[in-house]
C-alpha cells in the first residue's frame, strides 16, 4: 500500500530555538574578547540591548499584536539584540542602544510579522539607523593597544585608511595596523568585530554544526580578496591589500553572522554564492569610492533587497517544464 500524508515529510529534530542557541554560542568567542579588552562597558552595553530587544518584541507582540503565543521562546531576540550591541562602540551611551533595539525590533521586524517575515537583518537596520542619525557617537572608538583601553579616541584602520588617503597620503605614508594585530584584535572597532581569530572559531562551529552553509562566508571574504586585490594590484599606493580588507572592519562579522540570517537570505546554494558575491563587490566599492569607511553593512542591506528576486533561481519544479 502506498500511504501519502501531507508535508512534512522529513521530521528533523532541530527547531528554531536550537538554531539561535548555536548562533549564540558561536558568539560567545567575541563577546568574551570583547569584554577582556573593553571591560565592564562591553557587558553593559551587550546586556542593554538584548534586554531592550526582548522587552520591545515582548511588548509589541504582548499589547499590540495581541499574540497569545510570545515570541521571545525563540531566542532570535536575542540574538538582534548581541548582533546589534556588536556593531556598536563600546562607548556609545545607553540611550542610544535602546533606541537601536527598537528601531530593529519595532520597524525591521516586527512591522513585518516577526520572524521569519522580515525583509531586512534587523540588528543591521538598528545600526545603520543609529550611524545615520548619530554619526559622531556612532564613529568615537576607543584606543587599544595590548588588550587595553584609554580615555581617547582613535580612528578605526578603515577610518584611518580613509582619511589618509582623501587627505592626499598614499599607502606607504600611512601607519596602518599588521595583519597580526587585526587578526588578533589588537586594534579599535566595535564591540564584537575587533578580534579576527574569535569570529572564525564561531564560524567554523556553526559550520560544523550545520547551523549555516559555507556559501555565503566564503563568497563574501573570496570576492572582497580578489576584488581589493585586483584594485591593489592597479595602484597600492592607493589601495590596501586584500588581507587588510578581509580582516579589518566588519567583514569577519558581516560575513560569518550577519548576511547568513536565514529570513534575509537566499535559499539555494547557488542564489548564496551570487548572494555573497554581491555583498562582496558592494562591500569594496563602497569603502574604496563611498563616503563612509566601512561598506558591509549597508551592502548586505542592499543584497536583503535583492534576495527576493535571487530566491527565484529555483530548481525547476518536478513534472514541470523547464522554460
Not at 568567542?29 to 557587558?43: E, M
Not at 556593531?87 to 545607553?94: C, D
Not at 582623501?166 to 566595535?190: A, C, R
Amino acid at each position: 500500500m502506498l500511504s501519502v500524508s501531507p508535508s512534512p515529510h522529513y521530521q528533523s529534530d532541530t527547531s528554531t530555538t536550537r538554531l539561535m542557541c548555536n548562533v549564540l554560542i558561536a558568539l560567545v568567542p567575541a563577546l568574551i574578547f570583547s569584554v577582556v579588552v573593553f571591560g565592564f562597558s562591553a557587558l553593559l552595553l551587550t546586556a542593554v540591548a538584548v534586554i531592550s530587544c526582548l522587552f520591545f518584541e515582548f511588548a509589541i507582540d504582548k499589547w499590540l499584536l495581541k499574540n497569545e503565543d510570545i515570541s521571545i521562546k525563540d531566542c532570535s531576540a536575542i540574538i538582534t539584540g548581541v548582533l546589534l550591541s556588536f556593531n556598536l562602540p563600546n562607548n556609545l551611551p545607553i540611550w542610544m542602544v535602546i533606541i537601536g533595539s527598537l528601531v530593529a525590533i519595532g520597524i525591521a521586524k516586527m512591522s513585518f510579522g516577526g520572524l521569519g517575515c522580515n525583509i531586512f537583518n534587523p540588528a543591521l537596520v538598528g545600526r545603520v539607523f543609529l550611524l545615520i542619525s548619530f554619526p559622531a557617537d556612532m564613529t568615537t572608538w576607543s584606543k587599544v593597544s595590548d588588550y587595553t583601553i584609554d580615555g581617547t579616541s582613535g580612528a578605526t584602520p578603515l577610518g584611518l585608511l580613509k582619511e589618509s588617503i582623501l587627505s592626499g597620503k598614499t599607502i606607504s605614508q600611512i601607519s596602518l595596523p599588521s595583519v597580526q594585530d587585526l587578526f588578533i584584535g589588537n586594534i579599535g572597532g566595535s564591540l564584537g568585530e575587533i578580534s579576527v581569530i574569535a569570529l572564525l572559531v564561531g564560524g567554523i562551529y556553526l559550520i560544523c554544526t550545520k547551523t549555516i552553509s559555507w556559501h555565503i562566508p566564503v563568497s563574501i571574504l573570496g570576492t572582497m580578496f580578489l576584488f581589493s586585490g585586483i584594485l591593489y594590484l592597479v595602484n597600492p599606493e592607493l589601495n590596501a591589500n586584500p588581507l587588510f580588507h578581509i580582516c579589518s572592519g566588519g567583514a569577519m562579522l558581516g560575513a560569518i553572522f550577519m548576511a547568513t540570517d536565514y529570513t534575509t537570505s537566499p535559499m539555494t546554494a547557488k542564489g548564496k554564492l551570487l548572494f555573497g558575491f554581491g555583498i562582496g563587490i558592494l562591500t569594496i566599492i563602497i569603502r574604496r569610492f563611498g563616503a563612509y569607511p566601512e561598506g558591509m553593512s549597508f551592502a548586505i542591506l542592499i543584497m536583503n533587497a535583492l534576495t527576493p528576486l535571487i530566491n527565484k533561481m529555483q530548481p525547476h519544479r518536478y513534472g514541470t517544464k523547464k522554460q
